[in-house]
């Protein structure tokens, strides 16, 4: 257990850097922006002011509020201090909601979307890879292009396409929102329905996107593994194929792993946009609403979270390969 | 495999927990369609509180105080304001108000019948308080009024009389504004004020930001739920309103319902799903929804426009910049070049009369402010636009040549280069200003279009030093107890000129002694010969002079309503006088007491 | 060299890839040859037209005709005006006001109409109609004003001293030669919501698209490469430092930075160039951590020793015994930057954080055009389909040749 130990402390101090670092990227870079937000929110206080002093007064109060009057460095340590409490600051063009409060409402959704749908995708993926390598022929032919194209429409584009068709043409699922415009949320199964059948488009599609890139890498691996000497060695012992079949997919899977904590930064990126397509109540949406209302502790917070979940999943997935990896194993238990 | 399960257990338990988040809410969880009426297009983003004196509520239903008729739904004006005819019919109040002969005083009186939902009458002290309360913490109401109203005083507890400010020498600023007063401030109770100051130790901020759990309204509707995806309003059953003085009966729908979209397209797919039945919303194209989709969608008017233009979109030019600020000829010559009939057809997608129709003004189509002015006068310095002949012919006999044979024109030896601006996504004015930069291109004149995001535009434009943006599209006022007057001092008004943060108008900077003195004589003017002569004289000032040139005419309010399910909206020529304002905005309220079920 | 080439192109991936892909740069330099002209200039005063030929209809009132006399001409022109249901609800109407119209037979075309124009009144409300269905009965009704009609139609025109002057007489069986029409207009794809070839700034769009894919296929590439060989040769210290900063950035995702850094520079900096320099800059790392672990495993072979020890210096030895190696994986790794180059842009622009518009036509800015201008509910497929199609394509081909130059290269993946 002690080499476990090294692995993961190694890995755990890495997670904090990273995090220092993607701190101060998601606060420096929207400061970076030409224009002075805490003018655009006076500007909106203190509409039919004709007093230029009174506008002023009004001006200096906001700018006292966010802390923009301080220096940047000084801004910073508030703004990490602040971190730790969690809080975000003040949302601008929704003040005075509190960032956090905002987040916390549109998180749940993009988890409980993009964790599954990523998930489901993956499995997928890989289920059909392997199939792919391992009865190759007329299935192999068929699929991999079919898998390689799918992969390539972008995300936005296959939730484009599957709103049209399923919501706006043949009107079987909900066109936008978490759930049903009638109901108010409460703990009833028909509540729980209408969020599922809201959850629907916007799962399939980044499922749907997600497998076809799964599946090609998957089926390159299988067969990469499928004609390695040991597999010939097991065969010329006179192994049982299935036994030999299981092996070949395990260390199929490994690469498999760390590729998906590779992309999940990338999947994640894709998805927010299909979330925008659909209005789902998620980081996506209030990612956008953020951007386009220059909001920036808004963006600067929401982009936080999104670093934020792709640092945890690739440290699970990083956890996850420690284990199953037994060359990993192997090198911590010397 | 083990893993992944119970990575998918996670995923099962974060959904739970999500759902657990939600707040509850005990009585309906589904909305009775027959009973609702779903809006749209009116709010965007969470709603952030009730609170009627505040100014960071977020909240379009029920707080949305505006010249063309403020929303009346949860608090309540003296007076509503109907845009078809600009006539104020009483609310809160009783009967007409009265001036007295040299406009400083008017005598308002309030119905015996109105009361607060706690029981307690509507009396002159809230009237009173709501003005104050505005002028203390310097809200809207303050910031907006302040100026123009000295104070108001109660003659009894159902009369007042509101005070004019006055000049040194005892004239009126401006009475016209005094009746913006009436049927734009939403009148909150004296009581609750006095609580929320209390609570809130005075702090102007604190009081402005209050969650106001413990509003008290006058309304037809109160708060029933709110959160990121909606808002619903709920029918007070005890509305003062029922009473025989005021409508009678109460309003139609149990429920006023708005889902929180995340954009316009969102909101389109919602209204011709059916799921909203009044859509405040530029929907481009909206006849194919009839033609094309065979949807139950109607608008006010059969025919483009469809809707009532109150406004005209404008691209102003900034005085600021020498080029544009010493050469009407090229200001004239870049406003004649635009094709309008384009912007008309592509940004508007024709829901707007064209300028041949309603030759330009400084007034909106309505036939009421059409008439203020002499069009005969003026004709002669009409212009149709797309001429880019006569565009040339001003430019070269105003000496800006193409001197160095760029292709490009000249002033003082360096090339004329422009940019024309508006806010990112607002798609219309970019589609505008798109025609604007080729116009530009047809004259040799190079204009580049520039769109940064809204509160980049809205910080510089409202600067008056700028220097960044040339052209830069924004809207003067729609309709309201001011105006037109309202918009001519927005268009020509000099001493707004040099003012800081400037909302109020004149946002190119144009300075014109002659307009600025016809701005402060309209309000004073009462005959209307007089009044005629005075419009007539600013509008051949505008034309002449150039300062900007509005590009289309555009309804202040979008009214568009799908009949799945409530029917009887008011129409052009019902003779019910209704406006098209969304069911919501100043007399526009009236149509929710006349809507029906379909079937 | 020659051989591998034969090798690549006996790639039944590579050669569909590379068949798709030059189709597409044909297109893009063929194309605007068959229709010059700026991409951007709106030829369309409204907004999407519908694809289809277009024919000029003052033109055809002066072309000469041919008279056709065509069985079913009346029938399909009765049935564009008066379809079945129109017949139902007309019915429906005249019942709603309280008509007897049970002895009625509706496809009798005129004993209906003979009905219809006895009773209808513009003005009349229906109990329970709504005002969108009083519109139909409207716009049903003036649209059967021609029905009645004797079938000769006039055009006219106003002479200089305003007189109506007789153009032409049509009747219903003149028929012009679409040939003969000096103005028509070939719309492949449409309009879009300005009103532009949409078809003609496809072809342009993607050609800016590619550009950017290029670009930031091209830096990111240069980038990650300098630092993975670097990294990967001289290792200790430098392979520290580099693979420190490569790490953070692989696990900030490129998309987050994409967003922060396009969002700071402001739209009205943001060129195409820009974007694709910006695009370029947050997606090396990948690029540099497959260099480096390549280098790493050809540091020490013979061959590079043997340089080593001639003195070779160090820019030497990267370039002619290290570099070769790799090259046809930096080749495959370039490719797929190129593609999803393109792929950021157009979600850029879709987040309102792309180019800015105007300049010139991206995949990304249609894109976004679009969905503002609401197309995908509106019907008007042709403004976006084609665009997520194009880039599909792209990428498509892209990968596959870059799936078959893996086959190519890694023998074991072969088929």
């Known amino acids: ?334 | 495999m083990k893993k992944f399960t119970a990575l998918l257990l996670t995923a099962a338990i974060t959904l739970t927990g999500m759902m657990s988040t939600v707040s509850v809410l005990a009585e309906d969880v589904q909305l009775p369609r027959e009973e609702t009426l779903y809006f749209g297009g009116q709010q965007w983003g969470t709603v952030n509180s009730y609170n009627p004196i505040g100014t960071n509520q977020n909240n379009a239903m029920a707080t949305t105080p505006q010249l063309i008729g403020s929303r009346t739904l949860m608090f309540e004006t003296l007076y509503m304001y109907n845009f078809l005819d600009g006539s104020l019919t009483p609310l809160l109040a009783d009967g007409d108000f009265a001036w007295n002969d040299d406009l400083t005083e008017m005598t308002v009186k309030i119905k015996d019948a109105a009361k607060w939902s706690d029981g307690s009458d509507v009396t002159s002290a809230d009237v009173i308080r709501t003005f104050d309360i505005g002028v203390e913490i310097a809200n809207g109401v303050g910031t907006g009024y302040g100026p123009y109203i000295d104070s108001i005083e109660a003659v009894d507890d159902k009369t007042f009389v509101i005070k004019a400010a006055v000049t040194e020498d005892g004239v009126p600023v401006n009475p016209l504004k005094v009746n913006d007063f009436l049927s734009a401030v939403l009148i909150a109770q004296a009581g609750w004020i006095d609580a929320v100051c209390e609570r809130n130790n005075n702090d102007p901020t604190a009081i402005m930001n209050d969650a106001a759990e413990d509003v008290v309204w006058s309304g037809p509707y109160t708060k029933y739920f709110d959160d990121d995806q909606k808002v619903v309003l709920i029918r007070d059953d005890n509305y003062w309103g029922q009473d025989a003085s005021m409508w009678g009966k109460l309003p139609v729908p149990k429920y006023i319902a708005h889902t929180i979209y995340a954009d316009n397209a969102a909101t389109e797919v919602a209204f011709k799903a059916g799921e909203i039945d009044v859509d405040q919303q530029f929907l481009p194209n909206i006849q194919n929804t009839w033609l094309e989709e065979d949807l139950p969608i109607s608008t006010y008017m059969e025919e483009a426009p469809y809707g009532v233009c109150l406004t005209m979109p404008t691209a102003w030019y900034n005085m600021n910049n020498p080029v544009l600020a010493e050469n009407t000829a090229l200001r004239k010559a870049i406003a004649i070049a635009v094709d309008y009939d384009t912007i008309i057809a592509n940004a508007m997608t024709n829901q707007s009369p064209s300028f041949a129709d309603v030759p330009r003004s400084l007034m909106n189509p309505t036939e009421g402010e059409q008439a203020l002015y002499d069009h005969e006068a003026v004709a002669d310095l009409q212009w149709a636009g797309n001429d880019i002949d006569g565009a040339n012919a001003l430019l070269d006999e105003a000496g800006l040549t193409d001197t160095d044979g760029d292709g490009w024109r000249e002033y003082n030896g360096e090339k004329i280069s422009l940019n024309a601006v508006c806010p990112n996504g607002w798609t219309d004015w970019m589609a505008a200003m798109e025609v604007v930069a080729a116009a530009g291109k047809n004259i040799g004149v190079e204009i580049t279009t520039l769109f940064p995001e809204w509160d980049t535009v809205q910080t510089v434009f409202t600067n008056p030093n700028q220097t960044e943006y040339d052209i830069f599209m924004w809207s003067p006022d729609g309709a309201g107890p001011s105006m037109p007057w309202g918009r001519v001092r927005q268009f020509l008004d000099g001493d707004l000129a040099g003012i800081e943060n400037n909302w109020t108008g004149n946002w190119g900077q144009y300075k014109n002694d002659r307009a600025t003195e016809i701005v402060k004589q309209i309000p004073l003017t009462s005959d209307p010969e007089e009044l005629k002569a005075l419009y007539t004289e600013a509008i051949q000032i505008y034309l002449t002079e150039v300062p900007s040139f509005s590009l289309m005419y555009r309804p202040a309010v979008f009214h568009a309503v799908n009949e799945s399910v409530w029917t009887n909206y008011p129409e052009e020529g019902d003779g019910r006088n209704i406006p098209p304002a969304d069911c919501t905005d100043g007399y526009g309220i009236a149509a929710l007491y006349d809507l029906e079920l379909v079937g | 060299m020659k051989n591998t080439l034969r090798q690549i192109f006996h790639s039944s991936k590579f050669v569909a890839g590379f068949i798709i892909f030059v189709g597409i740069l044909l297109l893009l330099i063929i194309y605007p040859l068959i229709n010059p002209g700026n991409p951007l200039e709106m030829i369309g005063v409204g907004t999407f037209a519908e694809p289809g030929t277009y024919v000029s209809v003052y033109d055809t009132v002066t072309t000469e005709t041919e008279t056709l006399k065509l069985p079913d001409a009346a029938v399909k022109r009765l049935g564009n005006v008066l379809k079945e249901a129109d017949r139902q609800k007309m019915a429906d109407w005249l019942s709603a006001m309280e008509i007897d119209v049970s002895g009625l037979d509706l496809s009798d075309t005129d004993a209906l109409l003979a009905v219809w124009k006895e009773n209808y009144d513009e003005t009349a409300r229906p109990a329970g109609m709504t005002k969108a269905e009083r519109n139909y009965y409207k716009r049903l009704n003036a649209s059967l004003g021609s029905l009645g009609s004797a079938g000769k139609m006039t055009v006219t025109e106003k002479d200089s001293s305003g007189e109506e002057q007789v153009v032409a007489t049509i009747g219903t069986e003149d028929y012009v030669n679409v040939k003969d029409v000096p103005n028509t207009k070939n719309l492949v794809l449409g309009t879009d919501n300005f009103g532009r070839d949409v078809l003609k700034e496809l072809v342009s769009a993607a050609g800016t698209s590619i550009f950017i894919g290029l670009i930031a296929g091209a830096v990111a590439t240069v980038i990650g490469l300098l630092l993975g060989l670097l990294s990967g040769y001289l290792g200790g210290l430098v392979d520290d430092i580099i693979m420190f900063i490569t790490n953070i950035f692989t696990v900030i995702p490129g998309f987050v930075l994409l967003i922060l850094i396009s969002y700071s520079i402001g739209q009205d900096k943001r060129g195409a160039p820009v974007v694709a320099l910006v695009i370029g800059l947050t997606s090396w790392t990948w690029t540099a951590r497959s260099v480096r672990s390549q280098v790493i495993s050809l540091r020490n072979r013979d061959h590079v020793n043997l340089s080593r020890l001639s003195g070779h210096g160090l820019f030497r030895i990267l370039a002619t015994d290290i570099l070769p190696y790799i090259a046809s994986y930096v080749v495959m790794a370039f490719i797929l930057q190129v593609s999803s180059g393109i792929l950021a842009e157009a979600q850029l622009s879709l987040l309102g954080l792309g180019p800015k518009t105007t300049e010139v036509p991206t995949l990304g800015l249609m894109m976004n055009w679009a969905m503002l201008y609401s197309a995908h509910l509106n019907g008007s497929w042709w403004a976006y389909f084609p665009v997520i199609l194009m880039i599909t394509l792209i990428s498509f081909s892209l990968n596959l040749m870059n799936t078959g130059l893996d086959q190519v290269f890694n023998p074991t993946l072969r088929d």
């Open chain 1, 1 to 334: 257990m002690k080499g476990y130990r090294k692995y993961f402390g190694k890995k755990i101090i890495w997670f904090l850097i990273t995090l220092v670092v993607a701190v101060i990227l998601n606060f420096v870079l929207p400061r970076l922006m030409p224009n002075d937000p805490v003018a655009a929110i006076t500007g909106k206080m203190a509409q039919g002011v004709t007093d230029a002093s009174a506008s002023q007064r009004i001006y200096e109060k906001y700018q006292e509020e966010f802390g923009t009057n301080k220096p940047m460095i000084e801004q910073f340590f508030i703004f990490v201090g602040n971190l730790f409490k969690g809080d975000l600051g003040t949302s601008f063009s929704q003040y005075p909601r509190k960032v956090s409060d905002i987040l916390a409402s549109s998180l749940g959704w993009t988890i409980a979307l993009q964790l599954p749908a990523i998930i489901v995708g993956w499995l997928l993926g890989n289920l059909l890879g392997a199939l792919a390598a391992y009865i190759r022929k007329g299935f192999d032919k068929v699929l991999l292009p079919m898998a390689l194209f799918m992969s390539n429409i972008p995300a936005f584009g296959m939730a484009v396409i599957m709103l049209v068709l399923f919501a706006v043409k043949w009107k079987i699922a909900p066109t936008s929102g978490g759930y049903a415009y009638d109901m108010i949320p409460n703990f009833s199964w028909d509540f729980v329905k209408s969020v599922i059948a809201h959850y629907q488009l916007p799962f399939w599609s980044i499922v749907l996107i997600s497998i076809g890139g799964q599946a090609v890498g998957m089926r390159s691996m299988s067969i990469y593994e499928l004609n390695a000497d040991y597999v010939k060695y097991a065969r010329f012992l006179g192994i049982k194929d299935r036994k030999i079949v299981g092996y070949v997919f395990r260390n199929a899977m490994l690469p498999q792993v760390t590729g998906l904590a590779m992309s999940i930064g990338t999947m994640i990126g894709g998805a927010l946009v299909a979330e925008i397509i659909f209005s789902y109540p998620g980081l996506g949406s209030t990612m956008f609403t953020a951007i386009s209302g220059g909001d920036y502790p808004l963006i600067s917070a929401t982009t936080l979270i999104i670093t934020l979940m792709v640092l945890v999943l690739s440290f699970l997935l990083d956890i996850i390969y420690g284990f199953i990896d037994p060359r990993v194993k192997a090198a911590q238990l010397d």
